[in-house]
């Protein structure tokens, strides 16, 4: 881990999950020199995540022994992307270093993250989103005989719950916001995906409960209860830990720093998976999330498309729009519907960072003028949470992002100058 | 097993633990205090929300990305 | 009132105030009092400088106790930092200047800045401490000063200036016995043969250290050598906002108005600000970003009546002064608009001093 970092390669490619190991796999298969950076300490992404607790499925257990004995390729695990300084090369930092490098090709697998809506007692500890208990569990958080609900809408939740089954915990409620005729649409319609159907079969639980609306988590320094709206009817349940999500949002902010044109689902790409910047390509959920089966191929695809072997690229075409198709269904079966999400109180914290009321914001039209008034989505986070929220809930368009990515040194900063390395 | 500190407290605790984790072995999981002084603690678990962000020796990280090393000292933000 | 920035709004309360019913229009685009850093700073490059200066910073600590909370006016001081025996004596002149005009300064052993700092490197020659500056949020201060009784704010941009009225994008016309040109850089698209120029700078700011630094440090060479002449410049700037987080300064280019982060020079900056704190370096920081100052070629700002158009005053060009400056400005306008007696001479800050320098030349 304390391996220099690389200067240069022919592909960078940003992710290490299932769509950016794929990529990787199928460019070094075509000689290309790979550098994978990604920012978890190990490979594998949000989905894949390794740990003390986990037992992967066997088929990333594969890929991820294919990808790691890959010849040719650099794998920088822990590490950042905080800027572009120039075209053609990225600025990382590590927890104990920084530098430059310089790429032919780029490969954005920059994944999604969870939308996180803002309800009453969101902030208090022992409130995390879905995917987040799931890699707090991952990375060996105990959770045995603790209680547990989990609120919000997408398959995440199921996911989530089943991590929290396997670990003992007891699941006290599972709240899913779309009604039970999307859900059964849902499923009925996996029968085009037979492996979804039976991973939806064994995910099933009886505490699951469509239609729900989560109202607040109630607590003093930390969280002792989630009251839950279902059928007409409010519930105050104890619990220990409440998990909650609302489908997720394609990372975007390094394909915007770079130019690339999005659409409303995530990065713009074209059938070979290059974005409208030249020598740029995107693959997996930071092109729209559609699950990791849809990464696998686009990363396939991109790194095959990214060593130029375009006939290859193009036979798997065909797979890649099977499970597009399984996409579309996700988004619209789990469509949010504003009238059961939570209800929006003056009082309640839309910016954790700079604590930034509802009511605060509720007066302004857009953004940026909410964001000049209120110091809304100016902390740490740099609005990656509450601008998706202010989307939601008001529309607003997202600000375009500005460097660093994220939080930074200015040592790491200060890297940006170099006009040439050196060695 | 892995010996760390946090706030110079001693913990002990499997391999391959993420910081967040160790918070929350720790019997108080909270890694930062807001304006107010009220806890926070680690959120959306993949590196985006800040809120887990601590001083790892001597260094503002965030705990759910970071796994825990022998002799590393952990402090909350304050 | 063109312009709802920290001018345009000190300028509309101020006639409000006195008044009269005042619209603003503003079109929300990027602008100086949202990109900059908000201090109040007493500057003496000139004595028509000090003398804004002087005069408006004793009028925002007037105004201070009535801010809201959120506009954070905190009265910090700035230190002005030495390296050598020159800045020393450049400390001293200044020191004198600013006595001048009224404005409490002091010189600071190089032991007494340790105290006062101790994350400035060792080394230092000593600084001038002058404690009546302060800084505060400009943004939410601008906004708030709009809240006033007689003020009504339209979100709307003005496509042309016309005698007593102005066209907007909408095709409406709003017409006003006064109309006040407070739209900083925007303003030359509406006005010919305005003399002001974009500077463009990056700022940066930092996640919270609370208590690490207490008051705006500012290189002694700031403005007076590290931003003379017509290059690319950088000088160390930096403030601690309520929260802990240190606002980081300054460049200054011309001939761009690209407002992409240009990590080079960003990069620059920040070593300068680390030669004089090298804790930095440790520090994460959250944000970069650029902004435009809106300059005239002698550095002061135009306040007053424009000399042909009838109705029509002018406050712009205030470079990176603005929110400094901005009450003294609304003083000067609403003197003038009133006919009242000026607080001070307003000579220095006319429009016609452009024409008397360049007659020849009629429209630049």
Known sequence: MNERLPRECELLIVGAGPAGMAAACAAADHGMSVVVIDDNPAPGGQIWRAGPRVDLPLRAQALRERFERLPGLRLC????????????????????????????????????????????????????????????????????????????????????????????????ALAEQSPWQALAGFTIGLWRWPAKLAQAIALANPRYRAASRLIEALGERRLEAVVIESLGERREIAC?????????????????????????????????????VAGVYAAGECTGPGGSELALVEGRIAGLAAADQYPLAAALSRRRARWQAFAAQLEQHFALDSSRLPPRRATTLVCRCEEVTLGELEAHSDWRRAKLASRCGMGACQGRVCAAATAQLFGWAPPPPRPPLSPAR??????????EVQE | MIRLTLDGEALVLPEGTSVAAALAASGDDHARSDLAGRPRAPFCGMGICQECRVCIDGRRRLACQTLIREGMEVERTR | MIGAGIVGASCAHALALAGLSVRVVDAGLPAATSAGMGHLVSLDGSAAELALCSDSLARWRALAPSLPASGAYHRCGTLWLAENEDDLATADDKRAALAMAGIGSELITPTRLAALEPLLRPGLSGALRVESDAILYAPRVADWLLECVGITLERAQVTALEDQQVRLADGRRLG???????????????????????????LLV????????????????????????QGTSVAFNLQARPTGQLLIGSTRQFDTLDPRVEPALLARMLERARGYLPALGAINAIRAWTGFRAATPDGLPIIGRHPERE??????????????????????????????????????YRFERFRASAPADGQR
């Not at chain 1, 208090?124 to 890699?135: N, R």
């Not at chain 1, 690339?260 to 070979?272: K, M, N």
């Not at chain 3, 109705?311 to 009133?338: K, N």
Request: net charge neutral; aromatic share 4%; with cysteine.
């Open chain 3, 176 to 202: 006003a016995r006064v109309i006040v040109l407070a739209a900083g850089l925007q303003a030359g698209a509406l006005l010919e043969g305005l003399p002001i120029e974009a500077k463009k700078g990056h």
């Open chain 1, 410 to 419: 200015i040592d790491s900063l200060l890297l940006a100058g170099m006009e």
């Open chain 1, 77 to 172: 695990s822990a590490t950042r992307v905080i800027d572009a300084p120039a075209p053609g090369r990225l600025l990382v930092e590590r927890e104990h270093d920084a530098g430059v490098i310089d790429y032919h090709r780029l490969l954005l697998c920059t994944g999604a993250r969870e939308r996180l809506l803002p309800f009453p007692g969101w902030t208090l500890p022992g409130v995390t989103g879905a995917g987040g208990l799931q890699a707090l569990i991952k990375g060996g958080l105990t959770v045995r005989g603790e209680r547990i609900a989990i609120a919000g809408s997408g398959p995440l939740l199921l996911a989530c719950a089943a991590t929290v089954r396997a670990q003992r915990g007891r699941l006290v």
């Open chain 1, 240 to 276: 220990d830990r409440l998990a909650c999500g609302f489908g997720l949002v394609a990372n975007t902010e390094l394909a915007q720093l770079l130019g690339c044109a999005l659409d409303e689902r995530g990065i713009l790409v074209d059938q070979h998976q290059a974005t409208s």
């Open chain 3, 311 to 348: 109705g029509l005053w002018l406050a712009l060009g205030h470079e990176g002064l603005g929110v400094t400056t901005a009450p003294s400005t609304a003083a000067l306008i609403r003197a003038g608009v009133l006919g009242e007696h000026p607080p001070l001479d307003p000579s220095p």
């Open chain 3, 206 to 229: 930092t996640d919270r250290y609370p208590g690490r630094v207490s008051h705006q440090l500012v290189e002694l060479g700031y403005g007076a050598s590290a931003h003379a002449g």
